[in-house]
């Protein structure tokens, strides 16, 4: 059959786009309609898409609840202004005169993390960006299992329907943070949990769906020629993001079947003999071990974190060599140290726990392997940052945003550091220092490379540019903001304090103990209104992007299929790509980072450009 | 441009996508079942001394469905050995026996169950502990209330260790017999089912989670034996394929199973 060329940008009419309705009645030609063409597709193109807006949606969902934490945290108690009233017509009781409850705050922190790691940054950073750019980088032309692709992404809309849905249920949603620690987790009086755990099996399946096509798809579909060391440094971050994912996730998801368990069967799997719950001694067998949950939960919980960083380096990588017109620096270093990464990250996960009382000795381990797993990462950033000596580099808003990229992730990177050694552990663990810490990574780190990769292949996607101006006025707000909103906590955190506290650390402020310190002094709860209204500006500051990035769809400067120059597969397809992606099968004959080569006519040289005959040769 | 190598091996690689993924697939459940065996051993090492029970499962049960599946692995193989020979008639034949030994290995894993959830142990008023399957009871049974009478066909022990380790003499020479007990000297009345115990409910989740993925497995083998053979017909080769792909599958749970047996029928 005839590939059918989109000819729209293809979430024009996108479903979870609102005002879908009107365009829809448009459609006057028979196929594929809008419903195979937009919500049951298999093109890896229209699954990237949907990803991407839908995980968009939820971080802006999940960065809202947090504002709303942030107005608690500086004015316990008091109503929150403009939402407050909504809130308690939606909510009832826990948001009683339109002021957060302490369940509801514990409500919104466990959703945050969850709705920002699970459905947000993951999804937009694996399976939206993987998604459509993969296919592309390595010359194939769909993924491996279309149908399985499509799969994983209803899954992963049941999972987030499913979230969304536990606010609404008596009690609320799920209360006992994003780790879901148990006794705590079976013992809160809501069903939020039981619909946190379904929708956790829901997300899961969808990842390791998700995580089977790609790693089969780089394997198996590499254009002739794509030999493993001539795939773009971003193919390789995907391919080791989805082999942790492929393993790290199954275990959670033991964990998850056996929480629900415990709070549907009310077996006792992670509940110890002798628990108390209210003063009374629980109706439970007893028996189990809450520290079997943790040991779970964190051998998904730290390989996660480099789901959330690789296919974020993979980005800043493609964007920098782009942007400097020279090959990255140390490419096969930098795929080395993201299998090395991928490797270590499995034995690190403990170091969550230094708390637990699970033995010095153990711990020793696991502060080894957290040293040993800075060096890769290290090395990775190195490369980066040496690849911009020598460049003639442009700086657009792609390039800022990878340029903002390099010191905020290595800032959340050192002040790791202390956390992953015992001793300075203990006093850090469970302070705003390391809330600071691993915002540090995800949200200047990680999100900042997301943007980069959005404006990136934004024209790759509509066939027009995004705004610079605004995009650069949203990069500078974005990064001024993000850092007034987490460099204090660091202050915070080291000063004393604790994390998921719903007033902000008032009463613990009041607490005075003869002859020792005082808790907390006020400078310290001075700074919560600081970073309210940053986080306030932060907010404002996404506005222009969100109008740029739906404005641009239609208005943006129209561009042709390479705008950037860029040497990669992916800009040498139509724009945007059609159903197959190539028109004809893509032959590779080098490198992917082939910038400025000497003797060549443009400073870029695609990697399918037929070479030279050995005999015209000079 | 179409997807590649759906039917035909990669020349560079030697195989063909699908069976790439299957091996994805179960490398995700290895991980996923090696989770649950390592909460097996912690908390079976983590249990207080001498409560780990022993000997609470049928074994000539467990064996005879160990028999099943590895059965059910031979007809497999078999099946898909017979489309490779492009022998429609023994494949049809082979992988019908597949499905039968599935459906009865499901049949004995039910009965199973139904018999850990009609076995009660009651704890008596007076300290004591009757033991035994469900009888009946009388039409005012009541335990809030406390009134009517249950009848059990079991015994009673002193003391709840006694009904530990089946396996040992004295367990083995317990008199089984039909007694009435009154509400009214019923202080907690529980089955075996998965809140019973820490054993109970890693047997119930374990073996559970076990019967699903024989459930999967035998769907999927009855709609490529049954309408998804159609393909037989237009593409034999893709049809092999898929049944050399489910058959991996099937492999695996069987696989699985052979680790459960020991772990939980004979420790």
């Given amino acids: 059959m005839q590939a059918n060329v989109q000819t729209f940008p293809p979430f024009r009419e996108g ?43 939820f971080m802006l969902f999940g960065f809202f609840l947090m504002l709303l934490m942030r107005w608690q945290i500086a004015h316990p108690g008091v109503p929150v202004p403009v939402f407050g009233p909504l809130l308690e017509k939606i909510l009832g009781q826990p948001a009683a005169h339109g002021a957060i409850s302490p369940d509801l705050y514990n409500s919104f922190g466990a959703m945050h993390g969850t709705i920002m ?42 999972g987030g329907v499913v979230m969304l849905v536990s606010f609404f249920i008596p009690g609320g949603a799920a209360q006992a943070g994003w780790t879901s620690y148990s006794p705590l987790a079976s013992t809160i009086p809501t069903h939020g949990q039981a619909f946190w755990l379904v929708g956790m099996v829901f997300l899961i399946t969808s990842s390791l769906l998700g995580a089977v096509n790609f790693i089969a798809t780089i394997i198996q579909l590499r254009a002739p020629g794509m030999t493993w060391m001539r795939m773009p440094f971003f193919v390789w971050a995907q391919f080791v993001t989805a082999f942790i994912l492929l393993l790290a996730f199954p275990p959670l998801e033991a964990a998850g079947v056996l929480q629900l368990m415990d709070n549907v069967a009310h077996t006792s799997f992670f ?12 109706n439970i067998s007893g028996g189990g071990s809450p520290l079997l949950w943790q040991h779970l939960f964190w051998f998904l919980g730290h390989p996660e974190v480099y789901v959330l960083i690789l296919p974020a380096m993979g980005i800043v990588a493609e964007v920098i060599s782009n942007n400097t017109r020279k090959p990255i620096w140390g ?41 040993i797993i800075s060096v890769p990462s290290v090395i990775i950033l190195t490369c980066l940052l040496l690849s911009l000596w020598g460049g003639s580099i442009r700086l657009n808003t792609p390039m800022l945003f990878a340029l903002g990229f390099l010191p905020m992730f290595g800032i959340g990177g ?57 995009g650069r006025v949203h990069f500078w707000c974005s990064f001024t903001f993000m850092n007034i909103v987490f460099m204090p906590m660091f202050a915070q955190g080291i000063k004393g304090m604790l994390r998921r506290m719903s007033d902000g650390g008032v009463n613990y402020s009041a607490a005075r103990v003869p002859g020792a310190i005082d808790a907390l002094p006020g400078t310290v709860m001075q700074l919560n209104g600081v970073v309210l209204w940053a986080a306030v500006c932060l907010g404002i500051a996404q506005i222009p992007f969100i109008i740029n990035l739906f404005w641009s769809i239609s208005h943006g400067t129209k561009v042709d299929n390479n705008p950037w120059q860029a040497t990669t597969l992916d800009w040498q397809t139509p724009t945007p790509p059609p159903h197959g992606n190539f028109d004809v099968e893509p032959q590779v004959v080098r490198g992917p980072y082939e910038y400025s080569a000497p003797g060549h006519a443009t400073d870029f040289t695609p990697q399918s450009e037929p070479a030279p005959k050995p005999t015209t040769a000079h | 441009m179409e997807i590649p190598y759906t039917v035909q091996n990669r020349p560079d690689t030697g195989v063909y996508n699908a069976k790439i993924g299957i091996w994805l697939f179960l490398a995700s459940e290895m991980m996923l079942f090696g989770g649950l065996f390592s909460a097996y051993v912690l908390l079976r090492v983590g249990a207080d001394e001498g409560m780990w029970p022993h000997g609470w499962l049928n074994v000539k049960l467990g064996a005879i469905n160990t028999l099943l599946l590895a059965l059910s692995a031979i007809t497999t193989l078999l099946a898909w050995a017979a ?106 009345m529980e089955n075996y089912g998965p809140r019973h115990s820490t054993f109970t409910a890693i047997y119930f989740t374990l073996t559970g989670l076990h019967a699903l993925h024989i459930l999967g497995g035998t769907l999927v083998i009855f709609y490529f034996w049954g309408p998804g053979s159609k393909m037989w017909k237009t593409d034999p080769e893709r049809f092999t394929n898929r049944i050399e792909v489910s058959g991996l599958f099937w492999h695996f749970v069987d696989l699985v199973w052979i680790f459960l047996f020991p772990v939980l029928y004979l420790t």
């Fill in chain 2, 83 to 188: 489309c490779k020979v492009r022998e429609f008639g023994k494949f049809k034949f082979f992988h019908a026996c597949t499905i039968l030994l599935a459906v009865t290995f499901l049949g004995i894993k039910s009965y199973e169950y139904r018999d850990k959830l009609l076995h009660y142990e009651v704890q008596l008023t007076n300290g004591k502990v009757a033991d035994g399957h469900f009888v009946e009871e009388s039409k005012d049974f009541d335990l809030a209330k406390k009134t009517g009478t249950v009848t059990l066909h079991g015994h009673t022990v002193d003391d709840r260790k006694e009904l530990m380790d089946l396996r040992a003499p004295a367990a083995q020479a317990a008199k089984l017999e039909e007694m009435t007990i009154a509400a009214a000297d019923i202080k907690k």
């Fill in chain 1, 117 to 158: 790691v699970f459905l947000g940054v993951v999804p937009l950073a694996f399976a939206a960006f993987g998604n459509y750019v993969t296919p592309l980088m390595i010359g194939a032309p769909d993924m491996a299992f279309p149908k399985l692709n499509m799969a994983s992404f209803h899954v992963f809309f049941l």
């Fill in chain 1, 414 to 470: 050192l002040t790791g550091l202390p956390l992953g050694l015992a001793a300075t552990d203990l006093y850090l663990h469970d302070t705003y220092y390391i809330i600071a810490h691993f915002h540090y990574v995800v949200a200047p780190g990680t999100i900042f490379a997301l943007f980069a990769g959005v404006y990136f292949w934004f024209p790759k996607i509509t066939g027009r540019k995004m705004s610079e101006f605004w």
């Fill in chain 1, 271 to 282: 509940l110890p003999t002798g628990l108390a719950v209210g003063g009374q001694l629980a």
């Fill in chain 1, 15 to 57: 479903g979870s786009h609102p005002g879908h309705g009107e365009d829809h009645a448009h459609h006057e030609h028979p196929e594929p309609g809008f419903w195979e063409k937009y919500i049951f597709s298999t093109d890896h193109k229209v699954i990237g898409i949907q990803y991407g807006l839908m995980s968009l949606s």
């Fill in chain 1, 331 to 371: 490419y096969k270093s930098l795929v080395y140290s993201a299998l090395f990464v991928g490797f270590l990250s499995f034995i690190v996960w403990a170091h969550h726990m230094y708390l637990t009382g699970m033995g010095q000795k153990i711990a020793t381990f696991f502060q080894t392997t957290t040293m």
